[in-house]
């Protein structure tokens, strides 16, 4: 396991929602290795939720939030890129430069970690490739690359090149992410991995999930074992939408019977788990 030696954990203190008043869930904390789900409706400030980490927040953004780093304002971590311990993957993509592949991640494995050279970036991309259906070629521009390619791409360089400690991910299951794998993958590394996510799966796979609303935090809810019991049938669900998907997506016809043939295999009989 990959280890921030000098981030044990961070907190959030609470500010207040959108109508004035003091946020119902006063502070949380988040320690090296955990796994939180940010969940709500839309609009319920889960995004800003996240800004105000990567930003962090000493009330001074709009939520009046604070973030501690190992119980102690963060102000030591901020105005230094070099020192920023926080890796943001939003939805939005976009780059300055059309550097191939290979050359972007080289550079940014110079930069970071220049003693490990060439070997950091293979294992970047192989990390990158188990997350995405389309292997990526690393001789193709930056931006030549899909957004499944993109997001798996810059979530692969900020856990193993940029080593950042805590990685914020804004809804990656609309990135063509293979979610399981994700999760799999990421519970291997010794990091705060923060989702922003309305997708039941990633949400009953994490550690924790905090829920919004009106621009508050409202609860926190510890996941537990019939959760994650519940989690395993959305799987079988969710690779059954995923391999309908495939099968669109070659040209072909999916007819009820082939989808009844399919719910049977995976145990549910006319569309009911008996």
């Known amino acids: ?155 692969a360089d900020a856990v193993v090149i940029g080593n950042s400690p805590i990685i914020l991910l804004d809804e990656i299951e609309n990135a063509g992410i293979h979610r399981t794998k994700a999760l799999e993958l990421l519970h291997g590394f010794q990091k705060i991995f923060v989702f922003v996510t309305h997708d039941p799966r990633i949400a009953l796979l994490s550690d924790r999930r905090v829920v919004m609303k009106n621009g508050a935090m409202q609860k926190v809810i510890c996941v537990e074992a019939d959760e994650r019991r519940a989690a395993q049938e959305i799987k079988k669900l969710d690779d059954l939408i995923l391999e309908l998907r495939a099968i669109i997506r070659n040209g072909d016809r999916v007819g009820a019977a082939l989808l009844e043939e399919r719910l049977h295999a995976i145990g549910y009989q006319n569309g009911v788990k008996p």
């Open 1 to 155: 396991m990959q280890k921030e030696s000098n981030i044990e954990s961070i907190a959030v203190i609470g500010g207040r929602g959108r109508d004035g008043a003091p946020e119902p869930l006063a502070s949380i904390e988040l320690k090296m290795g955990d796994v939180v789900s940010i969940v709500g409706p839309t609009g319920s400030g889960k995004t800003a939720f996240i800004n105000d980490i990567e930003l962090l927040a000493d009330a001074n953004t709009p939520s009046r939030r604070r973030v501690l780093i190992n119980g102690r304002p963060a102000s030591d971590f901020s105005g230094s890129n070099s020192k920023h311990p926080i890796a943001l993957i939003t939805q939005h993509t976009n780059f300055l430069s059309d550097l191939p592949v290979h050359r972007f991640l080289r550079m940014h494995a110079d930069i970071r970690q220049s003693d490990k050279g060439e070997s950091v970036v293979q294992e970047t991309l192989d990390f990158a490739n188990q997350l995405t259906g389309e292997p990526i070629i690393e001789t193709i521009g930056m931006t030549e690359l899909s957004g499944g390619q993109t997001r798996a791409l810059l979530l």
